[in-house]
């Protein structure tokens, strides 16, 4: 799935795994407002409003979420899903935020020359406060939320889920200038995978563009 980037032509020495895998049975798949080169290569192009790529992968999302086909292993394993988010600041909540002083490692960073202080991310296991690093994995929620003294936390899976479902399909659809069709035919190459998404600069050349990767 090939977001924003006309391989064949500016990262041209790319191209040829995609041709191999092409070849081996891969689809391709290229989401590009303009019918690039790339694009007359692929299975499938879907044109979409430039600038609009955050609100597709959020449609994209939102369908794999109400289809509860969200890998929650890997989201808890391999990703700040689980970490809760401070109301007040924004924050992730720290081990510190409970009173506790970090603890000195010893060990130097040698970028700042500062030594590395040990003040582990706090997480969720059966509704209590938990450091990541005490805490066994498959008990780990990505889900939920806390009291901190008086400052309401959540987690940022439930954070990012709360503003995926903030928008319709329909309203994705219409700003997106894509079909609702698409947008699941999209989400169904995500659930079926593996995928792999090919970023390219054209999508982060606006306003927050980084979010969009």
Known sequence: MVWGANITDAQVQNWHHIKEAMEGGTKLVVIDPTYTQIASKSDKWIPVRPGSDTLLKYAIMRVIVERGAQDVAYLRDNTVAPFLVRSDTGMFVRRSDTGIAPVATGVIDPTTGQEVMDDPYMVLV???????????PTHVAIEGSYDLGGVACRTAYELLKEEIMSHSLEEA??????SVEDIEYLADVCIDGPVFHYEGYGP?????????T
């Open 126 to 136: 059966d509704g209590a406060l938990v450091p990541l690093t005490e805490a066994a």
């Open 173 to 178: 659809s219409e700003l997106c200038e894509v």
């Open 204 to 212: 982060q050349a606006y306003n927050n563009g980084g979010h969009t």
